[in-house]
């Protein structure tokens, strides 16, 4: 080996190829998805929220405990029960806030107990989502981080896959995830029986996690590539969620038009996906009346169609060097 500096520097200079071991591009998609969550999980803004959305699970965790204690209660022939003490405190019946619990909240264990509480996750979700839009998606075409993917021996689609997967682990890290340990928990309060003559709740749950997955991980990564920016993202994105509400609770309640005009609210049609999923019937589900199930599914299909083909056809547009 020569020791001469300058020799040195020149052979360091020199090309090594790579020794390792080398992956197909799946990998490339694991790799996507890892550094895409690392840019969420270090932002405070995330954990903020993730910790209102732990507040929602928490309120059902132990919303399941404050119904047993209440049914020991009333079984005990109390008269009422005095929560608190000093001057805060509150005289309650255990009737009435055994009523309140499992027929106005729904939480008694039931496929609309999952439903619900999805439903109420999903005001946190469509923030976070939000975040994670501007993050993951529109700063690789703001800071022209795209191209740099799409040089190396990766497809455009193991690069939109890579994407769906980190925001898919957002969508079911809020709902799904909460909801099978929220099954997991009424079982041990109520019966072990329960686990089983519910089995299919698990399905449901599952099923409506995924729909959520694909659904909202297309959709979001087709707003972003289109807005880019964190502002234009936030301003259309709720605008979406939340005027199409107010417009279809508008046109249905107030016009008394037909049911089918609620369809402009998209999380109320994935609510009604998830609920066919859970075997909720029809004519049982709030806010009513509702469109049919077939409904909702042909137009958050066509949606994602259409987002599909908008992504196709701008990620085709940006300029590779290999």
């Given at each position: 080996m020569s020791t001469d500096p300058l020799k040195q520097r020149i052979t360091m200079l020199r090309y090594r190829p790579w020794r390792g071991e080398l992956r197909g591009p799946w990998s490339g998609?694991?790799?996507?998805?890892?550094?895409?969550?690392?840019?969420?999980?270090?932002?405070?803004?995330?954990?903020?929220?993730?910790?209102?959305?732990?507040?929602i699970f928490l309120f059902y965790f132990f919303g399941q405990y404050l119904g047993v204690f209440m049914q020991s209660q009333l079984t005990g022939e109390t008269g009422t029960v005095r929560l608190g003490s000093g001057v805060g405190a509150v005289t309650v019946r255990p009737e009435n806030m055994i009523?309140?619990?499992?027929?106005?909240?729904?939480?008694?264990?039931?496929?609309?107990?999952?439903?619900?509480?999805?439903?109420?996750?999903?005001?946190?979700?469509?923030?976070?989502?939000?975040?994670?839009?501007?993050?993951?998606?529109?700063?690789?075409?703001?800071?022209?981080s795209l191209p740099f993917y799409l040089s190396k021996p990766i497809s455009r689609w193991h690069y939109m896959l890579g994407k769906c997967l980190a925001i898919g682990v957002f969508v079911n890290l809020m709902t799904t995830v909460p909801a099978l340990l929220l099954f997991l928990q009424y079982g041990?309060?109520?019966?072990?029986?329960?686990?089983?003559?519910?089995?299919?709740?698990?399905?449901?749950?599952?099923?409506?996690?995924?729909?959520?997955?694909?659904?909202?991980?297309?959709?979001?990564?087709?707003?972003a590539t289109w807005l880019r920016k964190t502002v234009p993202m936030i301003?259309?994105?709720?605008?979406?969620?939340?005027?199409?509400?107010?417009?279809?609770?508008?046109?249905?309640?107030?016009?008394?038009?037909?049911?089918?005009?609620?369809?402009?609210?998209l999380w109320n049609d994935l609510y009604l996906m998830g609920a066919s999923c859970l075997g909720i019937p029809l004519e049982t589900m709030r806010p009513g009346p509702q469109p049919p199930f077939w409904q909702a599914w042909l137009v958050i299909g066509g949606l994602c169609a259409f987002c599909l083909l908008y992504l196709r056809r701008r990620i085709q547009a940006v300029e590779v060097v290999s």
């Open positions: 998609v694991l790799a996507i998805a890892r550094v895409s969550l690392g840019q969420m999980f270090r932002r405070k803004l995330f954990w903020g929220l993730f910790g209102f959305s732990a507040l009523q309140a619990l499992t027929k106005t909240l729904k939480m008694n264990g039931s496929a609309d107990t999952f439903a619900n509480f999805i439903w109420f996750e999903g005001y946190i979700l469509i923030i976070v989502l939000t975040l994670a839009g501007s993050v993951l998606v529109g700063n690789d075409f703001s800071h022209g041990m309060v109520d019966e072990w029986s329960y686990y089983w003559d519910s089995f299919h709740l698990v399905v449901g749950i599952l099923g409506y996690g995924l729909i959520l997955t694909v659904s909202l991980s297309i959709i979001l990564l087709a707003f301003m259309v994105w709720v605008s979406v969620f939340v005027l199409g509400r107010i417009v279809a609770k508008l046109i249905v309640d107030g016009l008394k038009f037909s049911p089918s005009w609620r369809l402009f609210d």
